[in-house]
């Protein structure tokens, strides 16, 4: 059974709000993924989880010719139509990404940008096959997520359990529910789907999440929050999952 996690109705105004100038998502990925992502003049993007627009716009400022973007929620697209506007360079689409994105097609982007949302899915290995197959040969995955070591140390248990759990989601009194995964499972979905590695950092927050919420910017300089990565797609074939 597929499990939504999207972000409707309070909660959606909540995370729009908090991905705004929030220390983790603001702050702390986001910044590291723009830094991963490099020049970008002239790409054409896909956001797969775009949430409220936010790397959207980003993008789009930084030169990209064409943002695609894909989410689940339809509070957080309504935000983020709202925060592009009406730029002609930019197509949303409210689609589910535990569904194959069948309507974009092969070999179509040049950057894929997937952020924060990889430890929501289920369907994993099938949404980076997806994302392996509508990059163009050469092009460049750019993913985040919850680091691991971050997830042992706050839900307990084993390090390498890999059991669903429920978070508190910041102030706001709700919670979301994600996988925790090992490094080791992390990295080997994306090399079983094609990808190789270019680059991984563990982001710490900027000096912009001190002004928001000083405590909260120490905790990410004593404990990694996130990790991303930027990935290739890998000219050969894609390798078998092991066992």
Not at 185 to 207: C, H, K, N, Q, S
């Given at each position: 059974?597929?499990?939504?996690?999207?972000?409707?109705?309070?909660?959606?105004?909540?995370?729009?709000?908090?991905?705004?100038?929030?220390?983790?998502?603001?702050?702390?990925?986001?910044?590291?993924?723009?830094?991963?992502?490099?020049?970008?003049?002239?790409?054409?993007?896909?956001?797969?989880?775009?949430?409220?627009?936010?790397?959207?716009?980003?993008?789009?400022?930084?030169?990209?010719?064409?943002?695609?973007?894909?989410?689940?929620?339809?509070?957080?697209?309504?935000?983020?139509?709202?925060r592009v506007g009406d730029d002609p360079a930019v197509t949303l689409h409210h689609h589910d990404l535990e569904q194959p994105l069948g309507f974009l097609p092969d070999d179509s982007f040049d950057l894929g940008v997937v952020a924060l949302v990889h430890h929501h899915l289920e369907a994993r290995r099938e949404l980076l096959a997806e994302l392996h197959r509508?990059?163009?040969?050469?092009?460049?995955?750019?993913?985040?997520?919850?680091?691991?070591?971050?997830?042992?140390?706050?839900?307990?248990?084993?390090?390498?359990?890999?059991?669903?759990?429920?978070?508190?989601?910041?102030?706001?009194?709700?919670?979301?529910?994600?996988?925790?995964?090992?490094?080791?499972?992390?990295?080997?979905?994306?090399?079983?789907?094609?990808?190789?590695?270019?680059?991984?950092?563990?982001?710490?927050?900027?000096?912009?999440?001190?002004?928001?919420?000083?405590?909260?910017?120490?905790?990410?300089?004593?404990?990694?929050?996130?990790?991303?990565?930027?990935?290739?797609?890998?000219?050969?074939?894609?390798?078998?999952?092991?066992?």
């Amino acid at each position: 059974m597929r499990i939504s996690t999207a972000y409707e109705g309070a909660l959606g105004d909540y995370f729009a709000g908090n991905a705004t100038d929030g220390p983790y998502n603001a702050h702390t990925d986001r910044p590291a993924m723009l830094e991963l992502a490099g020049d970008v003049t002239g790409l054409r993007v896909l956001d797969a989880g775009c949430g409220a627009g936010h790397y959207i716009t980003e993008l789009r400022a930084r030169g990209a010719a064409e943002v695609v973007g894909v989410e689940g929620s339809a509070r957080l697209l309504d935000h983020a139509r709202d925060r592009v506007g009406d730029d002609p360079a930019v197509t949303l689409h409210h689609h589910d990404l535990e569904q194959p994105l069948g309507f974009l097609p092969d070999d179509s982007f040049d950057l894929g940008v997937v952020a924060l949302v990889h430890h929501h899915l289920e369907a994993r290995r099938e949404l980076l096959a997806e994302l392996h197959r509508v990059l163009r040969p050469g092009g460049t995955l750019l993913l985040s997520t919850v680091h691991p070591t971050a997830d042992w140390l706050w839900h307990g248990g084993s390090y390498f359990d890999e059991d669903r759990v429920e978070t508190r989601f910041g102030d706001s009194g709700a919670t979301n529910s994600y996988r925790r995964m090992t490094m080791q499972t992390f990295l080997g979905e994306l090399l079983d789907a094609g990808f190789a590695l270019e680059r991984l950092v563990e982001p710490r927050a900027t000096e912009a999440a001190r002004r928001v919420d000083e405590a909260r910017y120490l905790k990410t300089h004593r404990t990694p929050f996130f990790v991303a990565v930027r990935m290739r797609k890998d000219e050969v074939t894609r390798r078998e999952p092991a066992g």
